[in-house]
């Protein structure tokens, strides 16, 4: 497209359609589209489980349709430019169990921590002009690829037998249930949101938010660990596109929030649910920091390990380490109490 690299053509579009995705569900509900605060919601039941969960699973059913549609690669044109654009949607993880789990974990516990991830303070923090998100997003960043560079010149982390054995064991080529796994997941789905038949409306909202945000990751290359790994690690190898991804989806969410705001509320909701600018804390540097850790040990952060979670091989170890680190920081903060029979 004008003389670009496919790559980087693919990135800023693709972070064109996450900006539509985080636009579209601001101006319809007014709401912050934070991957990592969709998933501990799903995983807590909190007061917003529905739309959440509907925007999950609107995430993994388009992933895992376009994968069986498409497969693994494919040629697309696009309609108004004649544009032809190679896609290489999803791959293999080129990492151990071992690694996916402690990375994943990281990212898990970061992310609480820090109040956010690339979606909630990358696309929607940043055009607000929040500085927790700016520094959030300075802080993973640097972290991330500091962590992604060593690694690939000092491989750290060992291989331990019995979590590449889970690993190998939760490697299910999860694409030939499709019908299943789909059915299961949208007749629950549509279960939760049937005892609220006057909210269809957000529901619809939802999911368009969903798949506008699977499509995004998906163009973007974002749903490839090996591309988010040659992103952060620097050397002679590295590939900036996925830099495209951040810039072209904060550049709209600039023009797009600013011209939200200026309504008195959303179209579906009565006020808009954003959380206040605050100031820097500890809590937050040290969150991004570990999720940086995290996302430069696994190549994974949340939206992403949603959109594979079905799909590569690690793929339901690594959402499920990232839920895992979720649920650990949860138990630190004294969230989450067992009741004693």
């Known amino acids: 497209m004008f003389g670009l690299d496919n790559d980087v ?4 579009l693709g972070g064109g359609l996450l900006a539509s995705a985080t636009s579209f569900n601001m101006l319809m509900t007014g709401r912050i589209t934070g991957m990592s605060s969709l998933l501990s919601a799903v995983m807590t039941v909190k007061p917003d489980f529905r739309w959440k969960l509907t925007t999950v699973t ?23 430019l004649g544009e032809r654009l190679s896609l290489q949607l999803f791959d293999s993880s080129p990492l151990p169990a071992t690694t996916v789990l402690i990375g994943g974990m990281l990212v898990g516990f970061g992310v609480r921590l820090g109040s956010g991830c690339t979606s909630g303070h990358g696309l ?3 055009p607000r002009l929040s500085k927790r998100s700016v520094a959030a997003v300075s802080v993973f960043m640097s972290v991330g ?8 010149k000092h491989p750290l982390i060992p291989k331990v037998d019995l979590i590449e054995s889970l690993g190998a064991a939760l490697s299910i080529h999860m694409p030939k249930y499709t019908p299943a796994i789909l059915s299961i997941l949208n007749l629950f789905t549509l279960f939760i949101w049937a005892q609220k038949p ?3 409306k957000e529901f619809v909202n939802a999911y368009v938010t969903g798949i506008l945000f699977a499509a995004g990751l998906m163009l ?5 660990v090996s591309k988010i790994l040659s992103f952060l690690t620097v ?14 989806g904060v550049g709209i969410n600039l023009l797009t ?16 649910s954003i959380p206040p600018k605050g100031e820097l804390d500890r809590r937050l540097i040290l969150g991004a920091m570990i999720f940086g850790l995290g996302w430069g040990v696994s190549g994974t952060c949340v939206g992403p390990a949603m959109a594979i979670s079905c799909l590569a091989d690690n793929g339901l170890l690594s959402l499920g380490s990232i839920a895992l680190g979720m649920t650990l920081f949860e138990l630190s903060q004294g969230n989450l109490k067992f009741k004693r029979s």
């Open 9 to 12: 053509t693919c990135a800023l």
């Open 58 to 80: 609107a995430i993994i059913s388009t992933a895992l349709m376009s994968y069986n549609q498409l497969g693994r690669a494919a040629t697309v044109t696009l309609p108004l």
């Open 124 to 126: 929607c923090g940043i």
């Open 145 to 152: 690829m500091a962590t992604a560079t060593l690694l690939d």
């Open 198 to 200: 006057k909210e269809i």
């Open 220 to 224: 973007s290359g974002m749903t490839r």
């Open 235 to 248: 050397n002679k190898n590295w590939d900036p596109a996925l830099a495209f991804v951040m810039a072209s």
């Open 257 to 272: 929030f600013n011209l939200i705001f200026k309504r008195s509320q959303p179209l579906l909701t009565k006020t808009f």
